[in-house]
């Protein structure tokens, strides 16, 4: 839709011009004079104006530039799909992973221009020499589907592999396509949403969108074009201009900058020349093309291009001289110049034409631009950057940051989607170990259909020590858990029918209740501790706010919100705030910070490396600083004399905000008055500085900052230990680091250091052994001579770590190769590759947070994680580097965390003196033994009570999943458990979802749900069994059981003489079918739940 302002422009004298001149002329055209807000808006009204073909075209120097153009291209195309053609990748050697979200915006731009789709697309310099598929081919291989259609999907599946698609189990990610039975599932790689096809015969049936996460259909399409992952080889030869209509508004932003990009990116790519198109023929086909060239200046390329020169100027700066701004205003006014204002709010739009109709001066207030008024002027809201005035109009634009300096800058990302609650371990594979508990530790074989007495049940079938096997009814698949203990040793079989588990499950849960105790009266105690309600924000805390320069994501916001209404009731605040790296975590912390400063606390920040906490300092003090809040640091970095300064103006509160290592917990360090202590990320500490951290936070409100929380902080945050906030949208245009996973290849490594310090760069490479560092170095100045290095490692002095680390983050040498010292270290942003050799050799989270190294600027960033050549590598091996590859996309640390603690295994998490425990019975055993017996100890239970079994369901009645309907066993196995633990209100929702996945269910599977509902129904009224035997159904009740007694007697008048109920230890009803029309299934469907 086109906005008020862009008609306006329209009607500017310049724009009319050009859209003749473009009209008339079918090469390039060159405009002069246009730079900031005024270009994005020129630009607009001509496209309108021309009414040229979608979409929209600009190529432009690099991504920098691209951001700054979209931030204004928003404010006058709101609602219109904005796509970059990324460059694709240009690397050397096999890799086993790409980074799809690149790819797939990369298609969808190739798409928008082929299909004419509404929109604008940028390419920079580096994307637009890189040759493409031929727009035929993309035509050709573009894969049409739609609902009705006859085509085998077989036919459809080979298609698609041939198309570079992966072939998986479930699509959980772009490129993908899975196959059950009727139903396709497929993520394009042009598309927004993965789509689910389903067949009748060789019909396609129906279309709908679905969840990633849960899995569910979200609406029905009616047709879906997939377009190719991958086309031969010979038929990349095309350029972008290529793809170009005559029509088409095309776009060259400042031609000077982009050729000179363009020289930069074929010296730093001439390995790859062979796919890119060559100087003299990219300037050809470009002169050729019915291209804009738009410049400040001037440019000398195609001398014989018409030229107009836009007669326009940006607005002086007036850095909140508000006197100065009224006397323009008046003198404009006065000429018969009306003077439109542009605020970055509504209300701060409302606040200034309050202020400036008390200063005489006639400024209509409007929510958005409603047109030049016919007198007077308009304040009113929008996003522009700068204002303009044209020569010839009656009218100039203002905007907030004219006025008062640089505004926030609108983020452009979306915010991603949440999922549903996390499971705590995949699902398990036949061949893993499983806790039953019952039985004890087995492993799982698979399932196993069995016919007895004519009925066909499947069974889970286990087997023991000695080769013993245990076959379980599916219906009990919630007694069986995956084991998971210490990381690479397998535990001890069970013995069936011995002793010895029922020993260790008593061991454990003793253990588990005197741990459940404490916990619970530490919590408590911390519920109960007076600590201080701090004050609610004051006009500093919103102006301190107001002056961060970016937009809030709403995971900020929410996380802000959340810790502040903690900080403001009377107990002490314990949360932790888990957010990817670089996702705005210490922006939030900071705020916590000045709001207790505001209220005349101390803050602690605490960070565990030295060079941490020096990046903290220069973060706080740069928020900070302005605002008058006193920050200091106190670390090795400080003389003993400095030290001893800055102890004194703490004790006297002459500071406000103390930073430091596990320093500051000394106990020489006294604060005035500690309000808020601030932890980042924990998990580096030891177990005396936790212990110290305890002591310390007794009574303060406490904020834990992490990236990926150790397995214990996480789980204890899940099961409602402490709050927990979660940021996962990441910031402004931030991308994904193109992340590849390989053998170790000269080659590539090679390539790599090259291709960024080419660029301006610098490197992190990362060896996990530091003795053998020095010969890294020595191989790297072989693979690239001139190349500069600097060491870090552990065993080197805090001073001279420091050193190196600056020295780096100054840009004194290419490469800081290290070992994992650099987990937690300064913010680079020129630092955008990272190598890690040896990644087989390094924890998940360690590998997740060295990634998180790079990629903190706009610019593409590059992360190799490199394994030994023809190294067979161990099972925890191979599932830290898949995780890697699952988890490329922003804002995976949340998920990372949850595999790692599935991968490490339960390792000392809870303590020395609960690892045995952990050990004997499985993890989620354990967990679930803690949970249960907390919300026991909660209720005034007993944790050593017996919990009453699960009902058992005893009728002749074929209910299983068969293999022709589903022959997945991690599918069947989902499904089992899903029955499993359905509740009875929510069975419709399941059988609503089992038919969107799997398709119309056989009678096997709808009676399996039927069962599953009632076994549901009974565990709510506590009965014990259900039995459906020739000529009566028998109900066994446990004595406290909660089933209605009026219902009850009800029932037996209802069905007298046919019903009974005989009373004694467990109450039974008894009620004889001989001769009844209802089949007992129904019956018990129709009257189990009027008992609840």
């Not at 010979?234 to 508004?249: C, G, M, V």
């Not at 909140?320 to 209300?347: A, E, F, S, V, Y």
């Not at 060896?767 to 053998?772: K, P, S, V």
């Amino acid at each position: 839709m086109t906005n008020t302002l862009t008609k306006l422009l329209q009607q500017e004298k310049n724009v009319r011009e050009g859209a003749d001149l473009w009209q008339k002329t079918p090469g390039p055209l060159q405009l002069t004079g246009l730079t900031g807000s005024v270009k994005a808006g020129f630009l607009c009204a001509l496209q309108e104006t021309v009414q040229a073909a979608q979409p929209l075209v600009i190529l432009t120097v690099n991504r920098e530039s691209i951001r700054a153009q979209r931030r204004e291209l928003a404010h006058f195309y709101p609602d219109l799909a904005m796509r970059e053609l990324y460059p694709a990748s240009l690397i050397h050697g096999q890799v086993d992973t790409r980074n799809e979200q690149v790819m797939a915006e990369r298609a969808a731009a190739l798409e928008m221009i082929v299909r004419k789709e509404p929109g604008i697309i940028f390419a920079t310099a580096e994307a637009a020499i890189q040759k493409l598929p031929q727009p035929e081919s993309l035509v050709r291989e573009n894969l049409k589907l739609a609902v009705g259609q006859e085509i085998e999907q077989s036919l459809v599946v080979e298609k698609l592999v041939k198309a570079g698609y992966e072939r998986t189990e479930q699509v959980d990610t772009l490129g993908q396509v899975a196959v059950r039975g009727d139903i396709l599932d497929v993520f394009p790689i042009n598309g927004k949403d993965s789509v689910r096809i389903e067949w009748f015969d060789n019909t396609i049936d129906a279309m709908k969108r679905f969840d990633l996460d849960t899995q569910r259909s979200i609406g029905t399409i009616s047709q879906v074009g997939i377009m190719p992952l991958a086309v031969p080889n010979q038929e990349i030869s095309a350029s972008l201009f290529q793809y170009l209509s005559a029509d088409q508004l095309a776009v060259l932003d400042e031609p000077v900058a982009f050729f000179e990009e363009c020289k930069k990116s074929w010296g730093d790519n001439r390995e790859f020349a062979d796919q890119l198109l060559d100087q003299e023929t990219m300037i050809q086909q470009a002169g050729e093309t019915h291209l804009l060239t738009v410049s400040d200046l001037g440019h000398p390329y195609f001398p014989q291009a018409p030229r107009i020169h836009v007669q326009v100027r940006a607005m002086a700066p007036y850095n909140k001289n508000t006197d100065l701004l009224q006397k323009d205003l008046k003198g404009w006014l006065d000429q018969g110049i009306h003077p439109l204002i542009m605020m970055g709010t509504r209300d701060k739009a409302a606040g200034l034409a309050e202020s400036l109709k008390g200063a005489g001066l006639p400024m209509a207030f409007a929510g958005q631009f409603q047109g030049v008024p016919e007198t007077g002027g308009q304040v009113f809201a929008g996003s522009l950057t700068n204002g303009f005035y044209f020569w010839d109009e009656k009218w100039l634009l203002l905007t907030e940051s004219d006025i008062f300096g640089a505004q926030k800058k609108r983020r452009l990302t979306k915010t991603k989607g949440k999922g549903p609650a996390l499971n705590y371990f995949s699902d398990i594979k036949a061949g893993d170990y499983v806790v039953h508990d019952v039985q004890g530790i087995g492993r799982y074989m698979g399932v196993e259909t069995i016919e007895v007495n004519g009925v066909h049940r499947d069974y889970l079938q286990l087997q023991y020590a000695g080769g013993d096997k245990l076959h379980v009814p599916v219906e009990q698949v919630g007694l069986l858990h995956k084991y998971v203990g210490n990381e690479g040793t397998p535990p001890k079989l069970s013995n069936m029918g011995r002793k010895d588990w029922q020993k260790a499950t008593r061991k454990a849960q003793k253990a588990i209740t005197i741990l459940a105790t404490e916990l619970l009266r530490l919590y408590a105690q911390r519920k109960i501790t007076p600590g201080h309600a701090f004050a609610p924000d004051t006009h500093w805390q919103k102006e301190f706010e107001d002056s961060f320069p970016f937009e809030e994501t709403p995971d900020q916001l929410k996380a802000i919100a959340e810790i502040k209404a903690d900080m403001e009731k009377p107990v002490p605040m314990e949360r932790l705030l888990c957010g990817d790296v670089g996702y705005g975590k210490t922006e939030v912390a900071i705020r916590a910070a000045f709001k207790a400063v505001m209220d005349g606390k101390q803050v602690a920040v605490l960070a565990p490396t030295t060079v941490l906490a020096q990046q903290h300092l220069l973060t706080f003090t740069q928020r900070m600083g302005s605002f008058g809040v006193r920050v200091e640091m106190l670390s090795r970095f400080r003389t003993p004399k400095q030290q001893r300064e800055i102890m004194e103006r703490v004790a006297e509160g002459k500071i406000d905000v103390l930073i430091g290592t596990h320093r500051i917990l000394n106990p020489d360090v006294e604060f005035h008055d500690l309000g808020l202590l601030i932890i980042d990320e924990e998990q580096r500490f030891g177990v005396a500085q936790k212990e110290k951290i305890k002591q310390r936070s007794a009574g303060i409100d406490v904020l834990t900052l992490s990236a990926t929380p150790i397995p214990r902080t996480l789980h204890l945050a899940l099961v409602k230990g402490r709050d927990m906030s979660i940021i996962e949208s990441p910031p402004e245009d931030r991308l994904p680091v193109e992340t590849y996973v390989a053998e170790y290849d000269d080659g590539m490594v090679r390539e790599a250091l090259e291709r960024e310090i080419r660029r301006g760069g610098r490197i992190y490479y990362v060896h996990n052994r530091i003795e053998g560092l020095s010969r890294i170095a020595a191989h790297l100045r072989e693979l690239v001579p001139g190349i500069t290095i600097g060491l870090a490692h552990g065993r080197m002095t805090e001073d001279e770590l420091e050193d190196v680390m600056l020295g780096f983050y100054q840009g004194d040498f290419d490469v800081l190769l290290s070992t994992t010292i650099i987990e937690n270290g300064l913010d680079v942003p020129l630092a955008n590759t990272i190598i890690i050799d040896g990644a087989e050799n390094f924890g998940l989270s360690q590998l997740y947070q060295m990634r998180g190294r790079v990629g903190r600027s706009s610019r593409l960033a590059y992360a190799y994680f490199l394994y030994k050549k023809d190294r067979v590598l161990s099972e925890v091996a191979q599932k830290r580097l898949q995780a890697i590859r699952d988890f490329t996309e922003l804002g995976a640390g949340f998920k990372i965390a949850m595999r790692d603690l599935e991968i490490r295994g339960a390792g000392n998490l809870l303590g020395a003196e609960q690892h045995g425990q952990i050990t004997g019975v499985g993890f989620d055993l354990y967990c679930r033994l803690l949970e249960k017996t907390i919300n026991t100890l909660q209720n005034g239970g007993n944790p050593d009570e017996p919990v009453p079994p699960d009902p058992v369901i005893e009728m002749k009645l074929d209910a299983y999943i068969p293999d022709d309907y589903i022959d997945n066993p991690r599918y069947k196995l989902e499904l089992y458990h899903r029955l499993g633990d359905m509740k009875y209100e929510d069975r419709n929702d399941l059988m609503d979802e089992i038919i969107d996945r799997f398709g119309t269910p056989p009678t096997q599977v709808e009676n399996l749900w039927r069962v599953a509902a009632l076994r549901d129904v009974c565990r709510k009224l506590r009965i014990i069994s259900v039995a459906v035997r020739p000529g009566e159904i028998r109900l066994a009740f446990d004595p406290h059981s909660k089933a209605n007694p009026d219902v009850l007697q009800a029932l037996i008048r209802e069905y007298v003489p046919r019903a009974t109920l005989k009373m004694g230890p467990q109450p039974q009803f008894v009620l004889k079918t001989k001769g009844m029309e209802e089949q007992p299934l129904s019956w018990l469907e129709k009257n189990l739940p009027r008992m609840l």
